[in-house]
Structures are given as C-alpha cells and as structure tokens.
T-cell receptor, first 112, second 112 residues
Framework: SAVISQKPSRDICQRGTSLTIQCQVD?????MFWYRQQPGQSLTLIAT?????????ESGFVIDKFPISRPNLTFSTLTVSNMSPEDSSIYLC?????????FGSGTRLTVV | EDQVTQSPEALRLQEGESSSLNCSYT??????LFWYRQDPGKGPEFLFT???AGEEKEKERLKATLTKKESFLHITAPKPEDSATYLC?????????????FGRGTQLTVWP
C-alpha cells in the first residue's frame, strides 16, 4: 500500500492568515482526498483532489476557503485560507487505488 | 442520508478478554466497508476492507465480519498494544471511489 508523507506535522497560526499543507505519496494513486478531524470527533471528508482539475468539494466546504491542487498523481496541497480559531483541527490526506486507502499522519493546526 | 454508527464509544478490556466492536450502517448500495485503527497523534491505519455480506477477514488478533446492516470487529485475547481507537467507514454506491464516511469510532483500552 502507498506511504503518505504530510507536512507540516503541526503549526500554530494567526487568525486571518493562510496555511498550505503538502501531501506526497510514494507511488501513483488513483484517488487522493483531504479530511478534517476536529478534537474528539471522527473524520469528515473535505474534498476529492482531482489531478489537473478543480477539486470536488463536500457539502459545507468551499473552494475559496479550502483551495486544493493536485498537479500529478503523487502530490497534492490543501490551503486553509483566512483562518479563524474554528479552523483549529487535524487535517489529513488520504490516497489509494480502490481496495484500501492510506492516510498521512496529519497536520495539527491551531489558530490563535 | 448515509450513516455510520459505532458502538460502544469506549471499551475497557483486561488483557486476554475477548470482545467485539460494532459498526452499523445505512447506505445506498454499499461498495465497501473499511476498518481502521488510529493511535493518538497519528493518522488512521488501514486494517480491512469488506465488500459483501458474509465476508470475513482476519489479521492477527482481529477478525472483521460483515452483514447487510452491520459489521463486527472481533478482538481475540487482546493485548495492551491493541489499545487504540477503531474506526469504521463506508463507501456508498454511486459515489466517487474512495469517498469514505466515517463513524465516531470505538476507543479501546486493554489493561494488563
């Protein structure tokens, strides 16, 4: 199965700023996704990262707030824009080809 | 609306005391049910994918089973290192491959 590297692993950011999270997969995967895990909660899908085209967002998530890029089959970025304390969460990248999906170790974001 | 419910929320077992975790789901045409293990501060670790009722998969002390309405994760003679949060996720028919909807998880603690 694919190995996913995510960075940064954690960050503390000022409100109103933006943070870009990077996700690198060690092999080509068909699908890449971004999830959010709020404290004490389970994972919520933010969007599907589509190679070379606009991401597909889930209800409640918009491109202006969470722009996503996927220039090739092994790399994707998620930007959390104009951050507020409510954006404090763990952001996770996931990738796979169908039978199972691997997750990165996550980015723990604190907005102050 | 697709839903995934896990029970119990928390489970404490003595080492060697076998038990089961439950994942019940309502989804439009199940394409796959996934079990993950998540340790504190880490991303989910893939355990199993089940596709059809009656299917079973095993890995060390873990055995996952699937019916038309629920899945069980059986833990036989658990050890303290099995302590983690176990997450269940489903992929609905008609949805993009890999879009997973997660339950809230069962936090398992195994004490010596």
């Amino acid at each position: 199965s694919a190995v996913i590297s995510q960075k940064p692993s954690r960050d503390i950011c000022q409100r109103g700023t933006s943070l870009t999270i990077q996700c690198q997969v060690d092999s080509q995967v068909t699908m890449m996704f971004w999830y959010r895990q709020q404290p004490g909660q389970s994972l919520t899908l933010i969007a599907t990262a589509n190679q070379g085209s606009e991401a597909t967002y889930e209800s409640g998530f918009v491109i202006d707030k969470f722009p996503i890029s996927r220039p090739n089959l092994t790399f994707s970025t998620l930007t959390v824009s104009n951050m507020s304390p409510e954006d404090s969460s763990i952001y996770l990248c996931s990738g796979g080809t169908g039978d199972g999906y691997t997750f990165g170790s996550g980015t723990r974001l604190t907005v102050v | 609306e697709d839903q995934v419910t896990q029970s119990p929320e928390a489970l404490r077992l003595q080492e060697g005391e076998s038990s089961s975790l439950n994942c019940s789901y309502t989804v439009s045409g199940l394409r796959g049910l996934f079990w993950y293990r998540q340790d504190p501060g880490k991303g989910p670790e893939f355990l199993f994918t089940l596709y059809s009722a009656g299917e079973e998969k095993e890995k060390e002390r873990l055995k996952a089973t699937l019916t038309k309405k629920e899945s069980f994760l059986h833990i036989t003679a658990p050890k303290p290192e099995d302590s983690a949060t176990y997450l269940c996720a489903v992929q609905a028919g008609g949805s993009t491959l890999g879009r997973l909807y997660f339950g809230r998880g069962t936090q398992l603690t195994v004490w010596p």
